[in-house]
Protein backbone atom coordinates (compact mmCIF):
# COMPACT_ATOMS: atom_id res chain seq x y z
CA UNK A 1 0.00 0.00 0.00
CA UNK A 2 2.75 2.16 0.80
CA UNK A 3 4.78 1.45 -2.19
CA UNK A 4 1.63 2.26 -4.26
CA UNK A 5 1.28 5.55 -2.95
CA UNK A 6 5.17 6.40 -3.54
CA UNK A 7 4.55 5.82 -7.02
CA UNK A 8 1.39 8.16 -7.23
CA UNK A 9 2.72 11.03 -5.95
CA UNK A 10 5.22 11.95 -8.74
CA UNK A 11 2.38 12.00 -11.05
CA UNK A 12 -0.35 13.65 -9.03
CA UNK A 13 2.74 16.24 -9.29
CA UNK A 14 3.22 16.73 -12.85
CA UNK A 15 -0.30 17.02 -13.31
CA UNK A 16 -0.86 19.83 -10.99
CA UNK A 17 2.65 21.75 -12.97
CA UNK A 18 0.87 20.83 -16.32
CA UNK A 19 -2.28 22.45 -15.44
CA UNK A 20 -0.49 25.57 -14.04
CA UNK A 21 1.38 25.73 -16.66
CA UNK A 22 -1.03 26.07 -18.84
CA UNK A 23 -3.47 28.80 -16.70
CA UNK A 24 -0.38 31.31 -17.18
CA UNK A 25 -0.57 30.61 -21.23
CA UNK A 26 -4.00 31.33 -20.89
CA UNK A 27 -3.99 34.48 -18.84
CA UNK A 28 -1.34 35.55 -20.84
CA UNK A 29 -2.57 35.38 -23.83
CA UNK A 30 -6.04 36.87 -22.40
CA UNK A 31 -4.22 40.08 -21.68
CA UNK A 32 -2.34 40.19 -25.06
CA UNK A 33 -5.94 40.02 -26.37
CA UNK A 34 -7.03 43.01 -24.10
CA UNK A 35 -4.12 45.06 -25.21
CA UNK A 36 -4.41 44.25 -28.97
CA UNK A 37 -8.26 45.72 -28.84
CA UNK A 38 -7.03 48.63 -26.67
CA UNK A 39 -4.53 49.63 -29.90
CA UNK A 40 -7.14 48.91 -32.79
CA UNK A 41 -10.10 50.63 -30.80
CA UNK A 42 -7.64 54.21 -29.79
CA UNK A 43 -8.66 57.30 -32.17
CA UNK A 44 -5.85 59.84 -33.07
CA UNK A 45 -6.42 63.46 -32.53
CA UNK A 46 -5.20 65.70 -35.74
CA UNK A 47 -5.27 69.53 -36.25
CA UNK A 48 -7.46 70.55 -38.58
CA UNK A 49 -8.27 74.15 -40.06
CA UNK A 50 -11.49 75.23 -42.14
CA UNK A 51 -11.14 76.31 -46.07
CA UNK A 52 -11.55 80.11 -46.14
CA UNK A 53 -11.28 82.43 -49.15
CA UNK A 54 -9.18 85.13 -49.81
CA UNK A 55 -6.62 87.73 -51.82
CA UNK A 56 -4.60 85.67 -53.92
CA UNK A 57 -1.40 87.82 -54.91
CA UNK A 58 2.09 87.15 -55.49
CA UNK A 59 5.36 89.19 -55.36
CA UNK A 60 7.82 88.06 -58.72
CA UNK A 61 11.24 89.66 -59.47
CA UNK A 62 12.22 87.93 -62.97
CA UNK A 63 15.20 88.68 -65.23
CA UNK A 64 13.99 91.53 -68.25
CA UNK A 65 15.99 93.22 -70.84
CA UNK A 66 16.01 96.46 -72.11
CA UNK A 67 15.80 97.54 -75.60
CA UNK A 68 16.24 100.62 -77.62
CA UNK A 69 12.37 102.04 -78.48
CA UNK A 70 13.32 101.58 -82.56
CA UNK A 71 16.83 100.37 -83.75
CA UNK A 72 17.53 100.35 -87.65
CA UNK A 73 20.58 99.46 -89.22
CA UNK A 74 20.92 102.02 -92.17
CA UNK A 75 22.49 100.73 -95.63
CA UNK A 76 23.27 102.24 -99.17
CA UNK A 77 20.47 102.01 -102.21
CA UNK A 78 23.18 103.23 -104.49
CA UNK A 79 26.34 101.55 -105.27
CA UNK A 80 29.38 103.95 -105.23
CA UNK A 81 31.89 105.45 -102.49
CA UNK A 82 31.63 107.28 -99.52
CA UNK A 83 32.68 110.97 -99.89
CA UNK A 84 31.89 112.40 -96.60
CA UNK A 85 31.57 111.61 -92.85
CA UNK A 86 29.18 113.57 -91.34
CA UNK A 87 28.58 111.54 -87.41
CA UNK A 88 30.33 109.16 -85.52
CA UNK A 89 29.11 106.12 -82.68
CA UNK A 90 27.07 108.32 -79.85
CA UNK A 91 26.48 111.58 -82.01
CA UNK A 92 22.92 112.48 -81.55
CA UNK A 93 21.01 113.50 -84.55
CA UNK A 94 17.92 114.25 -85.23
CA UNK A 95 15.25 112.70 -88.04
CA UNK A 96 16.08 113.63 -91.88
CA UNK A 97 19.81 114.94 -90.68
CA UNK A 98 22.66 113.52 -92.88
CA UNK A 99 24.63 111.09 -91.96
CA UNK A 100 26.92 110.61 -95.12
CA UNK A 101 27.77 111.08 -98.44
CA UNK A 102 27.96 108.96 -101.58
CA UNK A 103 29.76 109.76 -104.90
CA UNK A 104 28.62 107.89 -107.92
CA UNK A 105 29.47 109.23 -111.23
CA UNK A 106 28.15 106.95 -113.43
CA UNK A 107 24.52 107.75 -111.51
CA UNK A 108 24.86 111.38 -113.12
CA UNK A 109 25.68 110.18 -116.39
CA UNK A 110 23.10 107.64 -116.31
CA UNK A 111 20.65 110.95 -115.30
CA UNK A 112 21.82 112.79 -118.32
CA UNK A 113 21.82 109.61 -120.66
CA UNK A 114 17.87 109.06 -119.70
CA UNK A 115 17.83 113.15 -120.43
CA UNK A 116 18.76 112.72 -123.99
CA UNK A 117 16.24 110.10 -124.28
CA UNK A 118 13.43 112.31 -123.01
CA UNK A 119 13.84 114.98 -124.91
CA UNK A 120 14.70 113.47 -127.94
CA UNK A 121 11.46 111.17 -127.97
CA UNK A 122 9.87 114.64 -127.09
CA UNK A 123 10.56 115.90 -129.91
CA UNK A 124 9.56 113.17 -132.14
CA UNK A 125 6.35 113.50 -130.08
CA UNK A 126 6.13 116.97 -131.16
CA UNK A 127 6.52 115.84 -135.02
CA UNK A 128 4.19 113.55 -135.00
CA UNK A 129 1.56 115.80 -133.00
CA UNK A 130 1.77 118.43 -136.11
CA UNK A 131 1.75 115.89 -138.70
CA UNK A 132 -1.34 114.39 -137.32
CA UNK A 133 -3.03 118.14 -136.75
CA UNK A 134 -1.93 118.99 -140.54
CA UNK A 135 -3.62 115.51 -142.12
CA UNK A 136 -6.70 115.92 -139.49
CA UNK A 137 -7.30 119.51 -141.56
CA UNK A 138 -6.74 118.36 -144.89
CA UNK A 139 -9.38 115.41 -144.37
CA UNK A 140 -12.30 117.87 -143.14
CA UNK A 141 -12.06 118.21 -147.27
CA UNK A 142 -13.60 114.95 -148.41
CA UNK A 143 -11.30 112.83 -150.77
CA UNK A 144 -8.32 114.47 -150.01
CA UNK A 145 -6.69 112.35 -147.12
CA UNK A 146 -7.36 108.31 -146.72
CA UNK A 147 -9.49 107.09 -143.44
CA UNK A 148 -7.13 104.78 -143.25
CA UNK A 149 -4.30 106.70 -143.48
CA UNK A 150 -5.61 109.57 -140.66
CA UNK A 151 -5.88 106.63 -137.92
CA UNK A 152 -2.43 105.76 -138.74
CA UNK A 153 -1.00 108.80 -138.43
CA UNK A 154 -2.59 109.51 -135.54
CA UNK A 155 -1.63 105.94 -133.58
CA UNK A 156 1.66 106.94 -134.08
CA UNK A 157 1.53 110.44 -132.38
CA UNK A 158 -0.33 108.18 -129.58
CA UNK A 159 2.90 106.15 -129.36
CA UNK A 160 5.07 109.02 -129.71
CA UNK A 161 3.41 110.73 -126.72
CA UNK A 162 3.54 107.45 -124.32
CA UNK A 163 7.14 106.70 -125.21
CA UNK A 164 8.14 110.32 -124.10
CA UNK A 165 6.19 109.93 -120.90
CA UNK A 166 7.81 106.81 -120.37
CA UNK A 167 11.26 108.66 -120.93
CA UNK A 168 10.35 111.28 -118.08
CA UNK A 169 9.61 108.36 -115.61
CA UNK A 170 13.51 107.26 -116.18
CA UNK A 171 14.52 110.41 -115.43
CA UNK A 172 12.71 111.14 -112.56
CA UNK A 173 13.24 107.67 -111.04
CA UNK A 174 17.26 108.02 -111.53
CA UNK A 175 17.27 111.51 -110.09
CA UNK A 176 15.28 109.94 -106.23
CA UNK A 177 17.89 107.66 -107.09
CA UNK A 178 20.32 110.11 -106.76
CA UNK A 179 18.74 111.59 -103.85
CA UNK A 180 20.10 108.18 -102.27
CA UNK A 181 23.70 109.32 -102.14
CA UNK A 182 22.41 111.72 -99.28
CA UNK A 183 22.48 109.61 -96.78
CA UNK A 184 20.17 110.35 -94.14
CA UNK A 185 18.92 109.76 -89.93
CA UNK A 186 14.87 107.87 -90.19
CA UNK A 187 14.60 109.17 -87.06
CA UNK A 188 15.89 111.39 -83.97
CA UNK A 189 18.46 109.29 -81.97
CA UNK A 190 21.64 108.19 -81.19
CA UNK A 191 24.12 106.38 -83.82
CA UNK A 192 25.60 103.16 -82.14
CA UNK A 193 27.60 101.43 -84.91
CA UNK A 194 29.53 102.79 -87.81
CA UNK A 195 30.85 100.23 -90.69
CA UNK A 196 32.57 102.21 -92.74
CA UNK A 197 35.19 105.50 -93.02
CA UNK A 198 35.55 107.95 -96.29
CA UNK A 199 36.21 106.19 -99.36
CA UNK A 200 34.52 102.77 -98.49
CA UNK A 201 32.74 101.21 -101.33
CA UNK A 202 29.27 100.57 -100.42
CA UNK A 203 25.90 99.28 -101.87
CA UNK A 204 26.63 95.69 -101.94
CA UNK A 205 24.26 93.36 -100.50
CA UNK A 206 26.26 91.86 -98.40
CA UNK A 207 27.80 94.55 -97.08
CA UNK A 208 27.45 95.87 -93.24
CA UNK A 209 25.16 98.65 -92.51
CA UNK A 210 26.56 102.15 -92.85
CA UNK A 211 25.40 103.01 -89.35
CA UNK A 212 23.28 101.61 -86.84
CA UNK A 213 20.48 104.13 -85.16
CA UNK A 214 18.81 103.64 -81.91
CA UNK A 215 15.67 105.70 -80.54
CA UNK A 216 16.95 105.66 -77.01
CA UNK A 217 14.35 108.47 -75.63
CA UNK A 218 12.08 105.34 -74.34
CA UNK A 219 13.14 101.57 -73.80
CA UNK A 220 11.43 98.53 -74.05
CA UNK A 221 11.62 96.58 -71.08
CA UNK A 222 10.90 92.88 -72.02
CA UNK A 223 10.09 89.97 -69.28
CA UNK A 224 9.17 86.59 -69.82
CA UNK A 225 6.37 85.64 -67.56
CA UNK A 226 5.73 82.21 -66.56
CA UNK A 227 2.38 81.00 -67.44
CA UNK A 228 1.09 80.24 -64.18
CA UNK A 229 0.93 83.93 -63.59
CA UNK A 230 0.20 85.11 -67.68
CA UNK A 231 -3.67 85.51 -66.55
CA UNK A 232 -3.08 87.09 -63.09
CA UNK A 233 -4.01 90.80 -63.12
CA UNK A 234 -0.51 93.49 -62.58
CA UNK A 235 -0.98 95.70 -60.06
CA UNK A 236 -1.35 99.66 -60.93
CA UNK A 237 0.24 97.56 -64.24
CA UNK A 238 3.81 98.55 -63.42
CA UNK A 239 6.91 97.11 -62.39
CA UNK A 240 9.75 98.18 -59.98
CA UNK A 241 12.96 97.91 -62.48
CA UNK A 242 16.48 98.19 -60.86
CA UNK A 243 19.71 97.26 -63.26
CA UNK A 244 23.64 95.91 -62.27
CA UNK A 245 24.59 99.52 -63.49
CA UNK A 246 22.68 101.28 -61.24
CA UNK A 247 21.40 99.28 -58.51
CA UNK A 248 20.50 101.72 -56.04
CA UNK A 249 18.06 103.40 -58.42
CA UNK A 250 14.20 101.98 -59.59
CA UNK A 251 12.82 103.29 -62.07
CA UNK A 252 8.86 102.59 -62.93
CA UNK A 253 7.87 100.40 -66.19
CA UNK A 254 4.48 100.85 -67.29
CA UNK A 255 3.04 97.90 -69.07
CA UNK A 256 2.20 98.18 -72.81
CA UNK A 257 1.83 95.11 -74.91
CA UNK A 258 1.51 91.24 -74.17
CA UNK A 259 3.24 88.98 -76.50
CA UNK A 260 -0.47 86.89 -76.53
CA UNK A 261 0.91 83.56 -76.73
CA UNK A 262 2.73 81.25 -74.49
CA UNK A 263 6.59 80.61 -75.88
CA UNK A 264 6.17 76.20 -75.75
CA UNK A 265 9.82 75.96 -75.12
CA UNK A 266 9.70 78.36 -72.10
CA UNK A 267 6.20 78.02 -71.00
CA UNK A 268 6.01 81.60 -70.59
CA UNK A 269 4.82 85.13 -72.20
CA UNK A 270 6.53 88.24 -73.00
CA UNK A 271 5.12 91.34 -71.39
CA UNK A 272 6.84 94.70 -72.59
CA UNK A 273 6.50 97.66 -70.64
CA UNK A 274 7.93 100.98 -71.84
CA UNK A 275 10.60 103.22 -69.45
CA UNK A 276 11.47 106.71 -69.95
CA UNK A 277 14.98 107.55 -70.55
CA UNK A 278 15.12 111.27 -71.31
CA UNK A 279 18.15 111.67 -69.37
CA UNK A 280 19.72 108.59 -70.68
CA UNK A 281 20.73 106.87 -67.42
CA UNK A 282 19.61 103.32 -68.39
CA UNK A 283 21.24 101.64 -71.87
CA UNK A 284 19.58 99.49 -73.98
CA UNK A 285 21.01 96.48 -74.00
CA UNK A 286 21.60 96.18 -70.43
CA UNK A 287 19.66 93.22 -67.80
CA UNK A 288 17.36 94.44 -65.82
CA UNK A 289 15.58 93.13 -62.80
CA UNK A 290 11.40 93.33 -63.23
CA UNK A 291 9.82 93.04 -59.81
CA UNK A 292 6.16 92.40 -60.40
CA UNK A 293 2.84 92.48 -58.04
CA UNK A 294 0.36 90.09 -59.43
CA UNK A 295 -3.35 89.59 -58.22
CA UNK A 296 -5.50 87.15 -59.17
CA UNK A 297 -8.91 88.98 -60.46
CA UNK A 298 -11.03 87.35 -57.73
CA UNK A 299 -10.38 85.57 -54.12
CA UNK A 300 -9.33 82.31 -54.03
CA UNK A 301 -8.80 78.85 -52.09
CA UNK A 302 -5.50 79.74 -49.86
CA UNK A 303 -4.39 77.37 -47.13
CA UNK A 304 -1.32 76.49 -45.53
CA UNK A 305 1.38 74.79 -47.66
CA UNK A 306 2.08 72.49 -44.72
CA UNK A 307 -1.37 71.21 -45.47
CA UNK A 308 -0.01 69.74 -49.05
CA UNK A 309 1.02 66.64 -49.71
CA UNK A 310 3.22 65.98 -52.63
CA UNK A 311 4.81 62.53 -53.54
CA UNK A 312 6.22 61.62 -57.10
CA UNK A 313 2.53 60.38 -58.17
CA UNK A 314 0.15 63.13 -56.67
CA UNK A 315 -0.21 66.51 -55.11
CA UNK A 316 -3.11 65.73 -52.23
CA UNK A 317 -4.86 67.49 -48.99
CA UNK A 318 -6.42 65.25 -46.12
CA UNK A 319 -9.71 66.26 -45.40
CA UNK A 320 -11.79 65.16 -42.58
CA UNK A 321 -15.48 64.55 -43.08
CA UNK A 322 -17.58 63.26 -40.56
CA UNK A 323 -14.65 62.08 -38.47
CA UNK A 324 -13.32 60.55 -41.56
CA UNK A 325 -10.03 61.45 -43.62
CA UNK A 326 -10.02 61.18 -47.31
CA UNK A 327 -7.20 62.01 -49.68
CA UNK A 328 -8.57 64.65 -52.49
CA UNK A 329 -6.14 65.78 -55.51
CA UNK A 330 -5.02 69.13 -55.86
CA UNK A 331 -3.48 71.29 -58.32
CA UNK A 332 -1.19 74.39 -56.72
CA UNK A 333 -1.54 77.71 -57.78
CA UNK A 334 0.69 80.63 -56.38
CA UNK A 335 2.86 79.84 -54.06
CA UNK A 336 3.07 82.54 -50.74
CA UNK A 337 5.37 80.88 -48.86
CA UNK A 338 3.52 79.63 -46.20
CA UNK A 339 0.36 79.76 -47.35
CA UNK A 340 -0.39 78.42 -51.12
CA UNK A 341 -3.69 78.83 -54.00
CA UNK A 342 -5.07 75.41 -54.77
CA UNK A 343 -7.59 74.07 -56.86
CA UNK A 344 -9.37 71.04 -57.17
CA UNK A 345 -12.78 69.04 -55.80
CA UNK A 346 -12.52 71.21 -52.42
CA UNK A 347 -14.71 73.99 -51.26
CA UNK A 348 -15.00 76.84 -49.03
CA UNK A 349 -15.84 75.61 -45.17
CA UNK A 350 -14.32 71.75 -46.18
CA UNK A 351 -12.09 70.46 -43.17
CA UNK A 352 -8.86 70.19 -43.90
CA UNK A 353 -5.88 68.54 -41.93
CA UNK A 354 -3.11 71.47 -41.19
CA UNK A 355 0.18 69.25 -41.69
CA UNK A 356 -0.63 66.41 -44.20
CA UNK A 357 1.26 63.27 -44.35
CA UNK A 358 1.29 60.05 -46.61
CA UNK A 359 1.40 58.16 -43.14
CA UNK A 360 -2.26 59.36 -42.26
CA UNK A 361 -4.48 57.08 -44.72
CA UNK A 362 -7.67 57.27 -45.97
CA UNK A 363 -10.15 56.59 -44.14
CA UNK A 364 -9.29 56.44 -41.21
CA UNK A 365 -11.37 57.55 -37.72
CA UNK A 366 -9.33 60.69 -36.29
CA UNK A 367 -10.71 63.71 -33.64
CA UNK A 368 -10.12 66.89 -35.30
CA UNK A 369 -9.06 69.63 -33.48
CA UNK A 370 -9.87 73.03 -34.79
CA UNK A 371 -7.13 75.19 -35.17
CA UNK A 372 -6.47 79.21 -36.10
Known amino acids: MTTIFKHKLPIANAVASFSLLLFIVACTQNKQEKTSDNVENKIDSVKVFTIETDTVKKILVLPAELLPLEDAQIRAKVPGYVRKMLVDIGTKVTKGQVLALIEAP ?3 TRIQELKDKANASHARY ?7 ERINTASRTEGVIATGELQRVKNQMMADSLEYKANQ ?13 AIVAPYSGIITKRNIVTGSFVGSPN ?3 LFEISDNSVLRLQVSVPEIYTDAVLSNGVAEVSTRSLPDKKFEAKLVRKAGRIDHESRSEIWEFEITNTDNDLKPGSYADAKLFFLRQQEGMVIPSSAVVTTLERKFVIKVSNGT ?3 IDVRPGFNMGEKTEIFGDVKKGDTLVTKGTEELKTDIKVIPLITK
Open 325 to 327: TQW
Open 106 to 108: ELN
Open 207 to 209: DKP
Open 126 to 132: LSSKDYF
Open 169 to 181: SSVASAKQIGNYL
